[in-house]
DNA sequence: TATGAATGAGGCTTCATTCAT
DNA sequence: TATGAATGAAGCCTCATTCAT
């Protein structure tokens, strides 16, 4: 019973940390990462200077483990949105759905958009997602993708991982402009296009 | 003659203003842009830091048309390989040489890669093509491309500006890690995934 | 008990601020505001630069409030010299004697005097008696002065903050120069000349 | 007649000078003083910056002269109204109309003020009025001040330097804050008291 | 654990002045 | 005379990090 019941301090401890984080994201997207110092943080978060660096080591510390905590929300409501369709029997749709939600997010919260965009690359999702202490158990994951695809379709990819890359690469590199700047087109006309070269591209891998 | 002739001033201040760019590209690529500082490039470059204000606003300035310079001279190299090329009568053909041939060059140069991708967005490349104080005359810009996009080919694309834009997004994505990192697969394995993917775009935006 | 002594560091940060303050005086009064860098007091009161930032705003702020306290300590003494007076009784004679004693201070400190007139105006001393950080409980202020007027004197004023002021401005404009340079003529030659015109711009000035 | 006709390039000497003054004194007045660096002037002026040390030796000497040219402009402008006006025979009057006339000036032109009376004290006036490089021959000056008051007048003074000097930095004094911020009391409240006081002052000072 | 005062290196920028042209 | 490119000292201020409490 010990075990499960938390401790005063643990709870208090947790919602520092939970306020660490809220904080420098609201920070992070709105001043930006280089204009936000880690006074700004912790006065905003309501702790001391010091209290920061019994959490993390400095502040791309706390960035890139602001990015995998984001990034894998994002990731299960889509996974989920996937999931409760119902006309998502071929792998291609299920793609497309997961691609829209993500998009659809972004749109909602372009905040979020700048800030994971801006610091996002291939490696750091990798590790942001392969990162325990800020995934959620029973959530979405790309090994879990990767066993998806292999498992749920009798189509085989040359290179499921080469495919998955490209996509995930055109999608947020056409998106992030799209979305933030209406250019060269806005979302909503950039869509059908995005979606079609997705298309094409799943199918130039099969084998 | 006397047109011709540039005073010994004028001479001056070009080799100062050359020297200023070449040494904060060597910091950038090296240190990275936000570890530079403008005490660094003037004291690499040998001139005083007054004169630094001569001729940037700041380092944001010296940065954005550093990337429009070197863009352009990547553009421009491309565009010379594909107008020497023998067989590149179809389209699809020279835009996969073009790539090809800015893939080679950051492969040779990743440094210059890593400065380029890390600064770069579809705003900052149309600004860089646009500005007419660092792009040379006769070489490459957008525009032209567009045209020529348009001239020398019977297809038509449902929107050339979207395919060029899903291309180029696809393209500085996913090479900038398979260069730099070799993932999720060095760049040579990723070339022929995705020539067929350009390929596909290319095919699924014909009208 | 415990609520009674201060805490070392409290001892230590009162300590470090006074240390500003008369190193910031003594800079400001012999090298001039304008000439004297915040680099100056600093390395004067033995402190990092940093340290001047967690108690000061700016050059600005910590003038503004020297001068709150050097008047306030001039005022506090000529009002101490006016109640310790015997033949005080009537109002003209108390203003005389205050000012009396207040031109005497700034003989006796030509630095202070070129310090404070410099930076004073009726903004600024209005503003420098009502700020309760710098002003010490139970010393002189302005609205203690009006009070007094009202109360000991059977005199009445057509206004008497308006009589003030022009005191004010009379004795200060005319000391300044006549201290520091003896022109049009040195301070005890002008002192009769300047009583005379106190008690009749006060006269004037009476319903 | 090669003494009197000017040459060219005298008269183009003479109009850079002109510029340099009325840039620098609207700079002054708009931006303050220790904010107008010699970059603004000059660029403002359209000479080059070498320019500059050709006719001043440095900001401070530029600042004094258009104190001096500014002050002499106002006095002659209260000069004429006072010899202007009808009911003036008697000293107290003469004085009073002539303080009217410079606070009027004032308040038409408050940027004027600001920048006067920062810069103000009896040595600069005195330094600039008899400073011949700006003044105007003809014009109104401090010595023709003193004859006149000795000359047009039965009554004697006990030191007329003195009474003249208290009367200037009274008006001066209380003047500056009464139009530029209405404090204690605006402008117009002032005056009558203000003139009082003058009248006060005079007459104690009569032998 | 938690605090927050103190540090001081280091960043950016301005500007009076000089001097070769 | 007139120019204006170049200088570099000097100013202001920020901020990550430490450490005594």
Redesign the pocket.
Known sequence: MAGITKSK?EV??QH?LETLYNKAFELFTTKGFS??????IVSNAG?????????F???YDIRNKLIAKKGQEICNKAYEVVNNSENADKLEDRVIIFTDSVINQFVEDTLMLRFIAKNLNYGVIHQALADETVTEAGGFNIAKLYQHVQETTDVRFKSPEIAIYMIVELVSGTCYTSILEEKPVPIDELKPHLFEAIRAIMASQII
Request: glycine residues 4%; charged residues 40%.
């Open positions: 301090i208090k401890k520092k204009k936000t110092s880690i006074s700004d702790v001391a200077k010091g209290t920061f660096y019994l959490y080591k400095d502040k």
